[in-house]
């Protein structure tokens, strides 16, 4: 999806990354980090620039940058991870939801939670959408507090959909709807440009 979006939150700016950093080391290196990847379907293979740019490409991917030091030209030190919105359908009005925090000394300090609120508030209010998935597997204790905090609902279990340490382990699906978004955040808005 070529776009140019920047998006504030509290915590967080998220934007559409450039060339250099699609296909830079530093993204490369979360993607093979086995701590970072551990209940992510994209394995730990070091994917090549081809790949880097078809995921790119195949869904509303946006850099997750620190608000505070955030530097309209780009420099990378502060970018912590990505948010992607993906098998978007807007005959329909769903997308799946993911988001990875690649730079493990930010976690656990609300970063994800700021810009995964940005990011549904652009889902369902500019791109109209009603309906906002994700899947997580059952012992990632972290994404689940995540969306269960985010307001998503359980809908339903992929029985043994992931292997984590050579056992099958169950995928929990959860949902947002965009009434539900509205209800829980009304007054509440996020700026956007681009
Ligand atoms: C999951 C992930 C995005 C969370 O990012 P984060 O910036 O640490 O999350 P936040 O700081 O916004 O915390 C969100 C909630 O999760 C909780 N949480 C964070 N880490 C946790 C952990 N290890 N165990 C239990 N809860 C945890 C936080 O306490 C918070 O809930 P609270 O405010 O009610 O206390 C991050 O760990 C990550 O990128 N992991 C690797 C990729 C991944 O698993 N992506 C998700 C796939 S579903």
Redesign the pocket.
């Known amino acids: 999806m070529n776009t140019d979006i920047t998006l504030y939150g509290s915590l967080v700016v998220l934007r559409s990354l450039f060339t250099a950093e699609i296909r830079s080391n530093q993204y490369k290196n979360w993607l093979i980090d086995p ?6 379907s994209s394995g730990q293979a070091r994917p090549t620039d081809e790949e880097m740019f078809a995921y790119e490409k195949s869904g509303l991917l946006l850099g997750i940058f620190r608000k505070n030091s955030y530097d309209c030209r780009g420099t990378t030190d502060l970018w912590m ?1 990505n948010v992607r919105l993906h098998q978007i359908n807007t005959t329909q009005r769903v997308a799946e939801l ?5 730079d493990k000394a ?9 810009a995964c609120t940005v990011m549904l508030g652009y889902a369902f209010g500019s791109m109209n959408l009603n309906r906002v998935g ?4 059952e012992l ?4 689940l ?3 269960t ?1 985010l307001g998503f609902k359980e809908e339903g279990r992929l029985r043994e959909a992931f292997w984590v340490d050579g056992l099958p382990r169950d995928v929990i699906r959860m949902g947002l709807l965009q009434r539900e978004w509205f209800d829980a955040h009304r007054g509440s808005g996020t700026s956007k440009t681009g």
């Open positions: 701590r970072v990847t551990r209940y992510m991870g993911g988001i990875m925090i690649g930010r976690w656990g300090q609300g970063y994800a939670t700021d994700i899947g997580v597997v990632n204790k972290a994404g507090a995540l969306w905090k």
